[in-house]
Each structure stands twice: as C-alpha cells, then as structure tokens.
C-alpha cells in the first residue's frame, strides 16, 4: 500500500509539471500574439465573462478568438493545477496516516 501511495504521488506530482508545461507553451504562444497585438485587458477581466464581453470584446473585435482561448486556458490550466495540488495533498494526508498506523 505505501509503494502504491508514494507511485500515485509520484504521478501526480508528473502530471502537474506537464500541464505546467504544457499550458505554458500554449498560453505563452497567444499571450505573444496578443502582446504583438498590444491587446490589453486585467486580470479583472479573465473571471468576469460580463465584463470581459462589454469592455474587452468590443474594443478589440479582430482579435476575438485569440483573447477568448487565452482566458479559457488560463481557466482551464488553473482548474487543473488545483485539482491536482489537492489529489496530491490528499494522497500524501493518506500517505502519513498509513505510515503512522502500522
């Protein structure tokens, strides 16, 4: 059982350094757009989807898709990364209990 935590762990701890460096690649690649672009928009703007829509959206209507993906990866990265910090935060919290019970 203790082989089969610390494998999960392990795992994890993977999986959060490739979405890291995946979605960085990712973001990165548009973020550059959009800074060629000089298209700006807040952090404000990334969770109010109103907002985003009435003060963004129409001021650069060229660049549309470009800022809709890069707020939906930065969403979708965050969303995972803690997702997983929990699942490892959790197995490790196992991990001490399982050591400290036998």
């Given amino acids: ?4 935590l610390v494998t999960i762990i392990i795992i ?8 890291n ?7 990165f690649k548009i ?3 959009l800074v ?9 703007h990334f969770f109010n989807t109103k907002r985003m829509e009435e003060e963004i959206l129409p001021k650069y209507p060229e660049h549309r898709e470009d800022i ?3 707020v939906r990866n930065i969403k979708f990265s965050l969303r995972l990364g803690v997702m997983l910090i929990g ?4 197995f490790g919290g196992i991990l001490m209990w399982y050591r400290y019970d036998y």
Avoid at 36 to 44: A, E, L, R, T
């Fill in 87 to 90: 699942l490892i935060t959790i």
């Fill in 12 to 19: 994890l701890f993977v999986g959060v350094l490739f979405v």
């Fill in 31 to 33: 973020y550059k757009r």
């Fill in 36 to 44: 060629q672009n000089k298209v700006d928009f807040g952090s404000v």
């Fill in 1 to 4: 059982m203790y082989t089969f």
């Fill in 68 to 70: 809709l993906e890069f």
């Fill in 21 to 27: 460096i995946f979605f960085r690649v990712r973001v």
